[in-house]
């Protein structure tokens, strides 16, 4: 039986998935499903993604810890990059996360409050029968969930238009970065007419990198202080001097820290406990961070940008309570965690502070000089007397040591076992 319908749900939804794929397939519609179709010994993300690529649609268990769960995210992000058509089996009301809700934006819900019963099943299989074979409309019984969306959509269409000289866009744009630039991002549609008048925000919206299999989210350009921030009593003499950066253009930026999964995607000989595969890659050089960014169609990010895009907007050492935010000392336990499982900042961002520290693209030098360029053709650190830098701190890092203006020199060829990567990339 070909396997053409995607499961994917979170381990607590393991036994509502598994009651789905058997009506599914009792139909003759095959399921891929995970653990059971994952081949012994064989790379658990590489299999997950295999089996998204293969199928010719994906359902997902939506409930209150699938929406929280960045494999899930990683999962639908996938299928929406490939415009495989998504079924979201809901069985609560749930408040989706912003890069969820614009992956399931523009697909038909099917809500099952009251969980697999002979009804929600046969309006799934009815719904699943369609996708197959192009047609995904509305479910009948059910209202579309974006005719609220449309209505919304039409009053904000009034506030644009009124708004659309304030709207913050580069002066000038980078080829390769600026979504301005080329096609804008639009969701598949499905063929229903209640969805046609629906209109993308103009914001770019999150999307996956098929290199690295990553979420990035777009930096809007824009200006801030960069160094000690005001009023903060903890800063170091390289902090300084604070001074005002311009950031002309925005840029795409990886949502969370590279992790083993990714990393391995682009150096096979990495090697990491099973368990481990969503944690952040550590104990890479410079070099190597340099190289991974270069090889996803990236490069990492100026010492600017990376500033620029950790504050969230404020001008504040921490963008929000250490404890809530990051994993350092106070909480991590002295270990790593899973990306993120904090709270993000107002772009979208996991573990700008703490968890892995940052490598960034500019040479360390011990104050700053509010001459040099902050962005483009920045100092690397290439001669052998150079000193890189990281950012962000670590798990083990005091909470003075994860303030947003914290610099870390380091040894461009060290492989420092807490340093990690975050990638700016080009979306072509």
Not at 118 to 136: F, H
Not at 351 to 370: F, H, P
Not at 403 to 410: H, I, L, P, Q
Request: hydrophobic share 40%; net charge negative.
């Amino acid at each position: 039986m070909e396997r053409s319908i995607f499961i994917s749900y979170s381990s607590s939804e393991k036994a509502v998935a598994e009651q789905i794929c058997a009506s599914l397939e009792a139909s003759g519609l095959g399921c891929w499903i995970a653990p059971r179709d994952i081949e012994p010994g064989a790379d658990y993300p590489a299999a997950i993604l295999g089996g998204i690529h293969q199928a010719r649609a994906l359902v997902v268990v939506v409930s209150a810890a699938s929406v929280a769960s960045p494999h899930i995210l990683s999962e639908v992000g996938h299928a929406f990059s490939e415009k495989k058509p998504i079924i979201p089996f809901r069985l609560a009301a749930t408040e989706l996360p912003p890069d969820l809700d614009y992956f399931l934006s523009m697909s038909q819900w099917l809500d099952a409050h009251d969980g697999c019963t002979p009804e929600n099943l046969a309006r799934l299989k009815e719904a699943v029968a369609r996708a197959q074979i192009g047609r995904v409309g509305a479910v009948p019984g059910r209202k579309a969930r974006l005719d609220k969306r449309a209505l919304l959509s039409a009053a904000l269409a009034l506030v644009v238009v009124g708004a659309v000289f304030y709207w913050r866009w580069p002066s000038h744009t980078v080829k390769t970065d600026d979504p301005t630039a080329g096609t804008k991002i639009v969701p598949p549609l499905n063929n229903t007419d209640d969805k046609k008048d629906h209109a993308p925000e103009n914001k770019p919206q999150p999307w996956v990198n098929p290199k690295d299999g990553l979420i990035y989210v777009w930096i809007p350009p824009g200006a801030f202080m960069m160094g000690c921030s005001a009023g903060d009593t903890e800063c170091k003499p390289d902090e300084g001097p604070s001074h005002m950066v311009e950031l002309p253009a925005g840029f795409w930026l990886g949502q969370t820290e590279v992790t083993n999964a990714a990393y391995r995607r682009v150096r096979e000989s990495w090697k990491f406990p099973p368990n481990e595969s969503n944690l952040p890659a550590v104990d890479v050089s410079w070099r190597d961070a340099k190289s991974y960014c270069a090889t996803i169609g990236g490069r990492l990010p100026t010492e600017a940008e990376w500033e620029y895009a950790a504050r969230g907007g404020l001008p504040s050492a921490y963008y929000g309570v250490p404890s809530k935010i990051a994993w350092f000392a106070g909480n991590s336990g002295g270990v790593r965690h899973e990306v993120a499982t904090r709270q993000p900042n107002a772009y979208g961002l996991y573990d700008t502070l703490g968890n892995a520290s940052e490598w960034v693209l500019d040479r360390y030098y011990k104050k700053y000089s509010i001459e040099d360029p902050a962005i483009g053709a920045v100092d690397e650190p290439l001669a052998g007397n150079a000193s890189a830098l990281t950012r962000g701190g670590f798990w083990e890092s005091e909470a003075e040591n994860i303030r947003v203006s914290r610099r870390a020199e380091m040894d461009s060829s060290e492989t420092g076992p807490m340093a990690g990567i975050r990638c700016v990339a080009a979306r072509k």
